[in-house]
């Protein structure tokens, strides 16, 4: 057992309340969650910072010694890598996202350029044996997902996002709706169910408004698959639900294709069920169309409206009303009508 100081401790660990000094092993279980200190061996330029346990962001640097969860990742506007077999002290990883996963990347963006190369330190050591000084891994996460957990909203209406793909304006049609519905009196909780360990979207859910909030990682899920998919989101659904918002506000990250299981989430009866109304996030006309076509011919499933970069003026509104026959209300510049619009379903009278 060694102890060593670290100066960066990654969000993925939020719930680990880990001190800046800590104590290491050599010994790596190489399995998602675990926690491990890595030393930075390179200099970034761009997509070069973290998201730490405080939710600020702070760039990286050559030689910084950081805490982060093993993990994999499959991105389409960023690093895919995978969970390592085995490691040693010493061994070579890299950071997957600015989360705090960790494993070995197997492709990059050229937007992100290269990751950042890590010497592997050892695994974080807790002790929850009073008086005892054994030591046992950390894991991230405040709880273990149970795979046979039920679905119970208590009648609470949700509001889910879908996305044809990462960056189509999921997070900014939900701050939009959260933040909409709470000036119109409601207590809106809001969750993300799919994608790689990172709180910045559900912050900004709470900074619009959002009274609860909950994320997959909580549920000591680092990655989400189409596996563990459906389980941790009636997980979240039922926690959420339990504190009796007027609405739950479910993002599901990635696109409607990526592999973090989305679609296994819309496949689920139970889930879709629970569901009052889908909003498609697009980035063009044509996701659009394709998105409504596989939430039509796949789930059974009618937007509620369009959304996102595709709405982003009048040309891909108009486009999106003549072929698909949906509403189009961009989230940026007409957020209070994409709100109002919500409510209206919800059967909340508006200004």
Not at 284 to 312: C, H, M, Q, Y
């Amino acid at each position: 057992m060694k102890t060593i100081v670290v100066d960066k401790v990654a969000s993925v660990a939020q719930h680990n309340n880990l001190a800046a000094e800590l104590r290491l092993s050599p010994d790596i279980p190489c399995e998602e969650g675990v926690l491990i200190a890595v030393r930075v061996l390179n200099n970034k330029s761009r997509y070069n910072q973290l998201e730490l346990t405080s939710g600020r962001m702070a760039t990286v640097t050559l030689g910084d010694v950081v805490v982060g969860a093993l993990g994999h990742r499959n991105a389409l506007r960023g690093y895919s890598g995978h969970l390592p077999e085995k490691l040693r002290k010493g061994d070579h990883v890299q950071l997957l996202n600015i989360g705090g996963v960790i494993g070995i990347c197997d492709s990059a963006n050229p937007d992100v350029g290269a990751p950042f190369n890590c010497e592997v330190l050892g695994t974080v050591l807790e002790f929850p044996y009073l008086g005892e000084r054994i030591g046992v891994p950390a894991r991230a996460g405040s709880t273990t997902l149970d795979d046979d957990a039920l679905l119970n909203t208590n009648g609470v209406p949700v509001i889910a996002l879908a996305g044809t793909c990462m960056d189509s304006g999921k997070t900014a049609a939900a701050c939009a709706i959260v933040g909409r519905l709470r000036h119109l009196g409601l207590k809106v909780a809001a969750c993300k169910a799919t994608g790689v360990s990172l709180r910045r979207d559900v912050l900004a859910m709470e900074d619009a408004g959002a009274a609860d909030t909950m994320i997959f990682s909580d549920l000591g899920v680092v990655t989400t698959t189409a596996d563990n998919g459906p389980a941790l989101t009636r997980s979240l659904l039922t926690g959420l639900g339990a504190l009796r918002p007027d609405v739950i506000v479910l993002e599901l990250g990635d696109g409607l294709l990526g592999a973090y299981g989305v679609a296994a989430i819309l496949s689920d009866e139970h889930i879709r069920a629970a569901l009052t109304a889908v909003v498609l996030c697009a980035n063009d006309p044509v996701s659009a169309w394709g998105g409504t076509k596989i939430l039509r011919d796949e789930f059974d499933i009618e937007p509620a409206v369009v959304t996102g970069p595709a709405t982003d003026n009048a040309v891909g509104v108009q486009q999106i009303d003549e072929r698909l026959s949906l509403p189009a209300i961009n989230a940026l510049s007409n957020g209070v009508a994409l709100g109002d619009m919500i409510a209206g379903l919800l059967g909340k009278e508006t200004p």
